[in-house]
């Protein structure tokens, strides 16, 4: 029997709320009354959140549990469930239950229309502290204005993809990925479903402020080439000052007879120069060294064990094909 709908659910360390979002997940597959599968990724879980699913799994033929071999991080997890997902649709989304899977209709209804991505777009954040709510603007917004294509605002991964979509995210091999700007890459038409997002559900966020300073910056050199035509501004303009500081000098030395004082100016343009130029280093270090870890070669992820449905393991090797 061929599936309608896949749900991609990454999770790490969910035990206290997997059986609650499995719950509702599952009520509405039932409701909208089409052959389904439920995709759980284990991102390397270390507190019993794998054993519950291979009781969920056990219990619920539609669930199938996807073990990864280590904590790989959300958006890898989130490939591997794309990778596995059978379905002519598939929705992706968190397993907190910040996302409400009660959308699902909402996003179907997009796609029934001639979409090919329905992207939830968030009208409030209740589950968020103020000043992360205050930085996740102001980053989304200036991401939107230096991307190569827009990213859409105030959306994360929760949304649903046709199976053209997810064909075309499996020809895209890039390691560092940040998935919600590779979908808005793509094209095709993508339409908002406006929600209220609420608090997590129970347990505390897997996404501290390190991670979130690392989706930050992949999104940044994933998105944009910008931050080296940056580095290639500020170098011009730095330059242009210290010709006119040299002019500056030799004007004072030939007509006034006295070169300019000041050691202590003098010392902080050294300083200032030195961090700009280290600035601009680990811009293009950042550009290199993901060039390097991609031409490797070496999988995105690997797989140790699936259960559930009709899958009875998974190559360990697992990775998007190249184009």
Known sequence: MSIYLSIILPVHNEAE?????HRRVQAVCEAVGQPYEILVVN???????????????????????????????HQLALTAGLAQARGERVLIMDADLQDPPELLPDLMRALDDGADVAY??????????????????????????????????????????????????????????FLRGMISWLGYRQVPVFYDRGAR??????????????????????SSLRPLSFALVVGGLTGLIGVALLGYALFS????????????????????????QLLMLGILGEYLGRIYIQTRGRPIYLVNQVVGGEHAAAPLDSRPSAP
């Open 120 to 177: 939830a777009q968030r009208r409030t954040r209740l589950g968020d502290a103020p000043l992360k709510r205050f930085f996740c603007a102001v980053f989304y917004r200036g991401l939107a204005r230096i991307a190569d294509v827009p990213v859409q605002l105030d959306s994360g991964d929760f949304r649903l993809l046709s199976r053209r979509v997810v064909d075309a995210l499996g020809r895209m091999p890039e390691r560092h990925r």
């Open 17 to 21: 709320v997997i059986a609650e979002t």
């Open 201 to 222: 559900h129970a347990g505390e966020s897997k996404y501290p402020f390190r991670k979130l300073v690392k989706l930050a910056l992949d999104a940044v050199v994933s």
């Open 253 to 276: 030395w030939l007509f006034v007879g006295q070169t300019p004082a000041g050691w202590t100016s003098l010392l902080i343009a050294i300083v200032l120069m030195g961090s700009l």
């Open 43 to 73: 991102d390397g879980s270390t507190d019993g959140t794998w054993d519950l699913l291979r009781g969920l799994a056990q219990r619920d033929p539609h669930l199938v549990a996807v073990d990864l071999s280590r904590n790989h991080g």
